[in-house]
């Protein structure tokens, strides 16, 4: 009897989802995880492609929040089977040193023989090298993709023994898109001005702002004021949220209006 383990690429998998329920690109803040039917998906795809093979552990590789731990890294946590992997942040916000440990995770499971079978959920040409080195190892490696084709690299994907994609209907089962109620009026002169700088972004600032503010120390809270200058610091972390939240960068003049949506939670 073998045994599998199974290796998901995060920031692949929240890219993917958000554009799956939104139809472009959103960020991972705009849309909500059902976690226990996520797990017993994964489950039951397990059991569908390897039924005489033990399950060693599901590893769930992502970036740090700006502070640590997100609501979706305790989430993922609490579940069974389940292992969070942390990598860690660039300068901008972005993950870094994810790739390398999938790559380092997967090659001890095959030498240290703990493994005769892995599943990475990825699109990501960078994994190609550790692929082909765990298969030189003994063990055989699978390919598990979302979203369209063109996310997946065809050079991961030609390395890999067996391939499988879930369809948009699969990953609706645990995704979904998250409401976004507005807490000001439409007719305010702030909402007024994001429409007149891009339509529609208002509600998005605000959702930045909030989340942005959910994530960091309370220490960093008490370095905010209403009236003051955001530390430079804050303020360009604020900016990486609320541009990957757009897909874009802010103009001129959505920042200030930015600003102003974190100065209401002070």
Known sequence: MGRIAVFVDAGYFWVQAAYIVHGWKAGREQ???NYP????EFLDEIKAQFPDNDL???YWYDGPALHGKADSHVSVEELDDFKLRL???TGTGDQKAVDGLIIADLIN???SKS???AIVVSGDADLTPGVQAAQSLGIRVHLLSMGPTSATSPYLKAEMDQKKRWDDSTIKKFVSAKAIVPMVSASSPAV???AAAAPGAGNLLEEAAKSFFASIQQQEKNSLTKTGTIPKQLDGALLTVARKLLGRSLTDTEKPLLRTELRKLI
């Open 31 to 33: 849309i909500v995880v």
């Open 37 to 40: 039917s996520l797990r017993s």
């Open 56 to 58: 060693l552990r599901i």
């Open 87 to 89: 990598g860690t942040r």
């Open 109 to 111: 499971l095959a030498q």
């Open 115 to 117: 493994i005769s079978n």
């Open 192 to 194: 007024a001005g994001v």
